[in-house]
């Protein structure tokens, strides 16, 4: 009885919890025109917010490609170091004290990790790079 109420419990709460929550809503889209009215663009066009909006909206600038091309590598390479942190661990938690299984998953954890801090400053070089141009 005890499991199934704290079951109910969770259920009610991972369902319960997204309809309670409300977003709030907004009268204009300052997304697709940033020079609506009530956006932060229709009182001052010349600001380096609103420049960056319109040049972002715009999407056809060559630094704007490179960082998103940047950041999907980033999330891919984010979500494969995860796996592999996970599956290392797995192989740690299961190698039973065998010496060369323990050391490949070492290996593999560390691989990942280093793997993850090398891909992190590349892109942190590369959006350096694109800031100065």
């Known amino acids: ?4 109420i704290i079951s109910i419990g969770l259920l009610v709460g991972l369902i319960g919890a997204p ?3 409300t977003s709030p ?6 997304a697709k025109d940033p020079t609506a009215a009530g956006c932060p663009c229709a009182t ?3 600001s380096a917010v609103c420049k960056q909006l319109v040049s972002e909206k715009s ?5 704007t490609r490179i960082k998103n091309i940047l950041n999907v ?3 891919g390479i ?11 661990s797995i192989r740690f938690t299961s190698s039973r004290g065998d010496s060369n299984a323990t050391a490949k998953a070492r290996m593999t954890i560390t691989y990942s990790v280093v793997g993850l801090v090398v891909s992190m400053a590349a892109a942190a070089i590369v959006n ?4 100065q141009l």
């Open 25 to 30: 809503a907004f009268a204009v889209d300052c």
């Open 78 to 88: 984010g979500v494969l170091s995860v796996i592999m942190i996970i599956i290392g």
């Open 73 to 75: 590598l980033m999330f």
């Open 59 to 63: 999407g056809s600038t060559f630094d």
């Open 19 to 21: 309809l309670v929550m």
């Open 1 to 4: 009885m005890k499991k199934f």
């Open 44 to 46: 001052n066009k010349d």
């Open 128 to 131: 350096f790079v694109l800031g």
